[in-house]
């Protein structure tokens, strides 16, 4: 690879952007946050900078999250956040303009993808491509995705599920629902505020499900205690929770996933569908990382599901693999020099 042809992937995800670069691998994992100042709407801070704003800000600054639901809600912002990350990744001295591939959610629409790929080029982008993001978890998942056989790959994300059987390079049957990570946990805060009168922030709510949830009830519960304010004095108060309320929390959730993947079996071809049987679901994305999910789609599903490695990097992953055998992608890519 020449010092002239830079290239970077990029996994513009709802929670995280990722970023990638061939050789190198992940060389940024930020959370997809700005900070930007009420007055003048000027950007103060980015990434993990932002982040630690969240919650904590006074009045004149918005902590925002340029990407609602896997998709640009603000393009000015999500603007700014690529050159950042651009920037960073290929360091101050980048004299050459790289070619930027970025992920886009499988149900995004045309209109959403151009602008991805023009706010990639204003950013700085010699050439900028994107493919959707169930062939780039595929692809980083290892799975042969030029085959003439049918793959299912189910990847949970922040701020979407996205659902997609994948044959000779293409997307047969796919969907994508907002119910993702983000979901789970402002459904557990809920939960909690609902039980115990206890108001809990996102990030604790984020803590509960890593440190104790999971998709099926336990035998041997997990338990943790956690911290909020109480509703009715307004002072701090602790309480202990256990792994099987947060399953009864997140029942809703996790049933939406679980229609979303039922959804796509039923609309995919006879022929693929028994290829899916014999070499079963690949699960990607950072929330399917959930106790026990592959076991809950098995379940209701019939189908066996396995946790893709390193599941929260597929998606960056399979970015890099697609930027080194741009050709052999060319078919699921959308351009724009």
Known sequence: MSIFSQK??????????????????????????????????????IGNEAKTMV??????????????DGV?????????????????????????????????PAGVSSTERRAVVEAAVKAGAKNAYVIKEPILAAIGAGIPIHEARGHMIVDIGGGTTDV?????????????????????????AEYIKRTFNLAIGDKTAEEI????????????ELSITIKGRDLVTGLPRSVEIKTNEIVKAITRELRLMIEAIKTVLQDTPPELSSDI??????????????????????????VKAKLADD??????????????????YKKSIISKR
């Open 209 to 220: 499900k890593i440190k104790v949830g999971s998709a099926i009830p336990l035998e041997e």
């Open 311 to 328: 599941a929260l990097f597929c998606v960056a992953k399979g970015t890099g693999e697609a930027l080194n055998h741009l050709e052999v």
């Open 164 to 188: 997609a059987v994948i044959s000779l390079g293409g997307i047969v049957a796919s969907t994508s629902v907002k119910v993702a990570g983000n979901k789970v946990d402002a459904a557990i």
């Open 72 to 104: 640009i809600a603000d393009y000015r912002i999500t603007e700014a956040m690529l050159r950042y990350y651009i920037r960073k990744a290929l360091g101050r001295f980048a004299i050459f303009k790289p070619d930027v591939l970025v992920s886009v």
């Open 277 to 302: 049987i014999d070499v079963g679901i690949t699960m990607t994305g950072g929330s399917s990382q959930l106790r026990n999910m592959p076991e809950l789609v098995f379940r209701r599903t019939g």
């Open 8 to 45: 970077i992937g990029i996994d513009l995800g709802t929670a995280n952007t990722l970023v990638f670069l061939p050789g190198k691998g992940i060389v940024l994992n930020e959370p997809s946050v700005v900070a930007v100042s009420e007055e003048d709407n000027e950007i103060l801070a």
């Open 55 to 68: 919650g904590k800000t006074p009045d004149n600054i918005i902590a925002y999250r340029p990407m609602k």
